[in-house]
């Protein structure tokens, strides 16, 4: 470390110092790991899956079984109904606002309960203002409930605000870039069993990106009704080129697969463009990347953590995303922070971050991702959109190792 990457000893002998007092930590990670593989390694043999199936059609795209069989795949795996896996869902963003445009009709009302979605789905919504194809511009009614002062979802109050027009309650589950922590599988469970005991109907969706394979459940396993995420953040392993997948009860998935396409074609068209391989491929590897990257996030909160910064959530504290909250102040921590992560990829070292305005957020944004895959948040990466109070959120690492030393570097650069 200190030969190639000028890692100092006195940081080497600290983060020894951290590993040590974290392994009953990884321990248990581990043993979430263990589980989760060989959920996706069953759900795999289940479906017999063969090298026939990564082979992919032409035009239409009719009768892929590669396609069939990932959906599958996703669907024993999330315990669903019915899944959508495709490339074509450029991110995250798009499979949620795909998930949005399906359920919700004008005067309805969606519901979100963890405070205000993450930046990039605010122009879904219509909280950007007008752009022509909000959810508000077509007459659908947005409310919000923010999270108690602890994080926790205010199930009484929600209670009381869903009426006969909400149509959709709404969950985030990751912090997204707010300074607060991710919403666990029970936490989720607690509010969803409530609202359901009240409004059996109540569409409930989940916002999951960044939570997939923390814990031994995903969110339809507690109730929710559709799920949604990216295949370049956890459940693609970093192998993933690119695209989106949503699970959830059949109807919903029916109403998606509409949107998706067009009504009366559904899932039946929509070529994977040879991508069935690495979409499994990463999904096999997945349990596997995401301990790591957990390990990776916990090793940067107690780093950070024991040099006096506020972070979140604390290294001893239980998880449901890969991101790390470091609160550091000033805007030229931020970028030094960043600049010290995009420094430790193995692509793009060589490039400097600057914040810019990025689609999507309405403040200048950093990013830093030297990354196989452009945008992979499961590969090393950091960023922080340019505001009080000054927060960087740093998730992914393919490896533990990579994502320590990432975190180093970081170190030694807010130190310096």
């Known amino acids: 470390m200190n030969h190639h990457f000028n890692i100092s000893s006195k940081t080497f002998e600290h983060a020894t110092a951290i590993e040590e007092t974290l392994q009953s930590k990884f321990s248990a ?44 795949i996703y669907s024993i795996i999330f315990k669903a109904e019915d899944a959508i896996v495709r490339p074509q869902l450029v991110n995250g963003t798009h499979a949620l606002t795909l998930g949005l445009t399906a359920i919700l009709r004008p005067n309805d009302t969606m519901l979100a309960i963890t405070g205000t979605p993450y930046d ?54 990751s912090s997204g870039y707010a300074f607060r922590r991710s919403l666990t599988i029970s936490d989720i469970e607690e509010a969803i069993t409530a609202i359901k005991q009240k409004w059996p109907k109540m569409i409930v969706m989940v916002d999951n990106c960044y939570g997939e394979f923390i814990e031994e459940r995903e969110p339809i396993e507690v109730g929710a009704d559709l799920c949604a995420g990216s295949l370049i953040k956890n459940p693609g392993g970093g192998l993933a080129l690119t695209g989106g997948y949503l699970v959830g009860r059949q109807d919903i998935i029916d109403l998606c697969a509409h949107k998706l396409t067009a009504p009366g074609i559904g899932k039946e068209c929509g070529l994977t463009f040879g991508q069935t391989r690495t979409i499994l491929q990463g999904l096999f590897l997945a349990p596997e990347v995401v301990a790591g990257a957990i390990k990776g996030a916990i090793f940067t909160a107690k780093l950070f953590e024991d040099a006096g910064y506020d972070v979140k959530p604390k290294w001893n504290e239980s998880r449901s995303d890969i991101i790390q909250a470091v609160k550091l102040g000033s805007e030229e921590k931020v970028i030094a922070f960043c600049r010290a992560i995009q420094n430790a990829a193995p692509v793009d070292s060589h490039v400097t971050p600057y914040p810019w305005d990025m689609p999507g957020y309405d403040t ?52 310096k």
Request: no cysteine; hydrophobic share 35%; glycine share 8%.
């Open 29 to 72: 990670i581990d043993k979430i790991k263990t589980l989760n593989f060989y959920k996706v390694l069953a759900a795999m043999q289940s479906e017999n899956l063969s090298d026939r199936h990564f082979s992919w059609m032409t035009g239409y795209g009719y009768n892929d079984e590669g396609r069939e069989k990932v959906e599958s």
């Open 120 to 173: 990039t789905l605010k122009e879904t919504i219509g909280l950007s203002g007008p752009n022509g194809s909000s959810l508000m511009e077509i007459g659908v009614n947005y409310e919000e409930i923010e999270l108690s002062e602890t994080g926790a979802i205010q199930i009484d109050t929600v209670l009381s605000r869903i009426n006969e027009k909400t149509k959709m309650v709404y969950i985030q589950r």
């Open 364 to 415: 200048k944004v950093i990013m830093a991702a030297g990354a196989f895959v452009q945008g992979s948040s499961i590969e090393l990466s950091a960023d922080a959109p340019m505001r009080e109070p000054y927060a960087v959120f740093f998730q992914g690492g393919l490896t533990y190792d990579h994502s320590k030393l990432g975190s180093m570097l970081a170190y030694e650069a807010i130190t």
